[in-house]
């Protein structure tokens, strides 16, 4: 049998997520944060934390969004995937998502609030199965795609990167 980006989505009952990719949630905790202890950027009461399976292909890419809560990134299997981050002063990162250290990846990488994130699968034909982690848990209120033009004029500088990563 071939385990492939096919076989996960089948086993795994991933559904197509907005920002590219597939996903299912897998844990959503019980523990709510409301107004009175949750932090003055949420707006209303969120889950402690939540859980995802995310695949991505290398045919597509996660195009640029921006949560208002932490995002831990756990690699389970595939190719490495690349995280492309910008920050509020313009600043450009690239991490690598993967278990071979010798090719500087890293099995978890975290991604703080309000930092701009994208993800892509640079190997020909392949796939990456990830984990995402967010605390205090997503919620699609705290949830925005980056639009192509705001991006640019915000960061000018790093239009190849934006052209690349966004959807028209």
Partial sequence: MKIDA???????QLQPHPEGGFYRETYRSL????????LPRHQG????????YYLLTSEQFSAFHILESDEILHYYCGAPMTIHLLDKQGNYRQKKLG???ENDEEPQVVVPHHTWLSL????????????CTVAPGFDFRDFRLASRQELLQIYPQHRQLIESFTYG
């Fill in 45 to 52: 009461e969120r889950n402690a934390c939540t859980a995802i």
């Fill in 31 to 38: 523990d709510i944060v409301n107004k009175e202890n949750t």
């Fill in 120 to 131: 892509s699968v640079n190997t020909p034909n392949s796939y990456s199965l990830i984990g």
């Fill in 6 to 12: 096919n076989y996960w989505i089948e086993k795994l």
């Fill in 99 to 101: 278990n071979n250290p």
